[in-house]
Each structure stands twice: as structure tokens, then as C-alpha cells.
């Protein structure tokens, strides 16, 4: 399957005459760097639009053109949702501070509670005062 070449394309859809093309393809020849469009367009005689349009003949595509952004009308705007707030990623600290169902550090707990617990209490309790060591009670 052939195809037209893309000077042949661009006669056809008016963008410039044979003497362009031949000008193009002299540029070529010299030496000059760049595909047909790249060159036309760098010597002015196209613009980007045209070899877009060009191209997309040549190869059968079907051309879309595109909208230029518009904000919405405010009366779309005002139907959209409200913006959510952000959702948190990790939970509040408190939580991650309290196990929650069966503890997971308990098989580290339990041998150090019966060690201490095998130890004695850390601090002695002093003894309650006797009946006649209490202060009197404030009215």
C-alpha cells in the first residue's frame, strides 16, 4: 500500500504551491536537518495546524479538533459536590497506642511479669501511721 507524500498532500489541501515544495526539498537536499513539515514549517510556509492536517490525510486518519478549555457555567459549577475533606492515612495516634482484641506483645508481657513478680514489689510501702500519729481532720 502506498502512500501520497506529504508535498503532494499539502498541494492538495492548498497549504502551498509546487515551487514551495520544490523549495523544501532543495533545503533537504543541502543537507538541512528535519522532515518535510519541520523544514516548511521552520522556512514559514506552514504552520503546525496544516501539517497536522496533512498528515492525518496522508496516513487516512480521521482528524479531531479540539475545544479550547471553558470554565464551567455557574450553574453546572454549583450542582458539582462539594470538595470532601482529606482522609487521614494512619489512624489517630491513640489508637495505634492501645491494642485492640488479643494484645500482640502479650508473650513478652507474661515473663516479664512473673519475673518481677518473683522479684518483689520496686518500692516498700510504708506502713499506715497509728492512731495516734494521725493529724485531726480539717472541719
Not at 46 to 58: C, M, P
Request: charged share 30%; glycine share 10%.
Amino acid at each position: 500500500m502506498s502512500r501520497p507524500k506529504i508535498g503532494e498532500v499539502m498541494v492538495e489541501l492548498g497549504a502551498f504551491g509546487p515551487s514551495a515544495v520544490a523549495r523544501v526539498l532543495m533545503e533537504q537536499a543541502q543537507g538541512q536537518p528535519g522532515r518535510f513539515g519541520e523544514i516548511a514549517a521552520r522556512l514559514g510556509l506552514v504552520d503546525a495546524a496544516t501539517i497536522g492536517r496533512a498528515v492525518a490525510k496522508q496516513f487516512g486518519l480521521r482528524l479531531r479538533r479540539g475545544r479550547r478549555a471553558q470554565p464551567p457555567h455557574p450553574a453546572r459549577r454549583r450542582a458539582w459536590p462539594a470538595p470532601r475533606a482529606p482522609v487521614p492515612r494512619a489512624p489517630p495516634r491513640r489508637h495505634l497506642l492501645r491494642p485492640r482484641g488479643e494484645d500482640p506483645h502479650a508473650s513478652v508481657r507474661r515473663p516479664h511479669r512473673r519475673a518481677r513478680a518473683q522479684r518483689g514489689p520496686a518500692c516498700v510501702r510504708r506502713r499506715p501511721p497509728a492512731a495516734g500519729d494521725r493529724l485531726p481532720r480539717r472541719p
